[in-house]
């Protein structure tokens, strides 16, 4: 049960998440995603908790609500569309 917690803080931590979800049920999971050039948080998290129930709980709960100063958008994870096979340049054959 994935979920995306937009609009954070880049002071938001990977604990900061677990608590503040972890009161709706149990966090399995935690990633927030960094940025490759600078290494800093990109402003996004994915949340994963273990029940469907406890994920919606902490979406009605924590959705529009302040966390670290920024109010937080929560909503389940859509999976990920297909961008394509990305491919690239190269030589063709001669």
Do not use: W
Request: no cysteine; charged share 30%.
């Amino acid at each position: 049960m994935k979920m995306y917690v937009g609009n954070l803080s880049f002071d938001t931590t990977k604990e900061d998440l677990e608590d503040s979800f972890g009161q709706y049920g149990t966090v399995t999971d935690v990633h927030v995603p960094q940025d490759r050039e600078t290494g800093r948080p990109r402003g996004f998290a994915f949340v994963t908790m273990d029940s469907k129930e406890a994920m919606n709980s902490a979406i009605d709960a924590l959705d529009g609500q302040d966390l670290g100063g920024r109010t937080i958008k929560v909503n389940e994870a859509r999976p990920r569309e297909d961008r394509g096979g990305g491919g690239g340049g190269g030589r063709g054959r001669y």
